[in-house]
């Protein structure tokens, strides 16, 4: 099966290349050229299977015309270690929790995934693959954690100094072996644009060959569809449900878009935002008008141009009309994530983190014109991975997991950068292989 550029459906590559690519050359963003249906039956059987057996289903489904299904196999058990379970937080409210993987994110499902695909294409090449990040925090780790020891594939982390938090740092710094993370005295869009810079330099490309780990890759973002089928196989009754997503370059999204187009019976879409809302604009108005972005408590939805847009778009043929009526969408300000942490909080003992909050107070606002439905909303980190806020809210102190705690005693280990392209292309030409 072939991959279609958004810009263009007739720029196709093989699953291999879109992947080792990233981002097409025109700019557009890799969709499959068709997404198989799960027959019911075998949808019903997904509710006395564990997620790590359904995951490995989907992927079957999704990547059955492009990769062997031993592969498949071998790649998806060993990405999806973990599970991601359902629970109810108030009648017919239910959190799926995406935070049990090694750096307490979803973002750990895409990137292993990822890590576990390129290592397979990776060996029938006799060159090694430089996967290039820029980070503002939770993708570093789960990238730098995901591809750990991954053989054939070198990984350089772009960090802004001084710009992560303690924590963040110590989960992008301490991993060694094939990761090297690099300390940029500059923004995290100079990390971006130094790395979109060495995408672009053909001299450099020539000699050495680069992918990105963001999820504009489709090996990032389509395994994500994996935990929307395990959250309506754990509701207790077999219905349509909602689901609301935290969002914010939206890959977390558009993968529920693709389980929906697989067949997951969900009724309805809700986004929920902080208040870089451009796409619950979007669909108020018709008019996309992407901004920079603004600081929140939820930082890692803190994106003014959010990348998967094009994705969501093509999905639905480019129709606001169409997008809107599958999808609802809502923004919340710090304060409402803080007030909404903390009656969750006080009326159930439930702890969100504020991204979780974001999607919590979405369903809530969402009205449906048929109660008795149940909702699920997405749990994408775990609070303690935003204590400081958390705590404040709260008024006591959080525990916090062993995962956290032991990278904070390791030594941090990083490479200072300019936020000069010319000195990060010497780097690159002197360090990657
Ligand atoms: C990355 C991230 C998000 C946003 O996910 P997108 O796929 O970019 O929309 C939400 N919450 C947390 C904790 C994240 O790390």
Known sequence: MNYYSTENNNLRRSLRDAVLEGLAPDGGLYMPEKIAVIPKDQLLSFRKKTFQDISKEVAISLFQDDLPESEIIEITESAINFDT?????E??????????????AFKDVGARFMARMLGHFTKGLNREINVLVATSGDTGSAVASGFLNVEGVEVFILYPSGGVSELQEKQLTTM?????????????DDCQR?????FQDPDLTEKITLTSANSINLARFLPQSFYYFNAWARLPEQTEFYVSVPSGNFGNLTAGLVAG???LPVK????????NDVVPEY?????????ASVPTIANAMDVGNPSNFARILDLYGHSHKEISDALSAYAYSDDKLRQGIE??????GYLMDPHGAAGYLALQEFSPKEPGIPGVFLETAHPAKFSKTVEEVIGSEISIPDKLKKASTKEKVSIPLAAEYSEFKIFLEETAK
């Open 283 to 291: 669909l108020k108005s018709g008019k996309f008008n992407p901004r």
């Open 194 to 198: 130094l790395v979109k810079s060495a």
């Open 85 to 89: 379970p359902l629970i109810e937080v």
């Open 343 to 348: 009656k969750v909080y006080r009326e159930t």
């Open 261 to 263: 187009r697989m067949g």
């Open 91 to 104: 009648s017919g409210v239910y959190v799926l929790e995406l935070f049990h993987g090694p750096t307490l």
């Open 176 to 188: 060694g072996g094939n990761i090297t993370a690099l300390e940029v005295a500059g923004t995290f």
């Open 268 to 275: 309805h879409y809700i986004i929920a935002t902080n208040v």
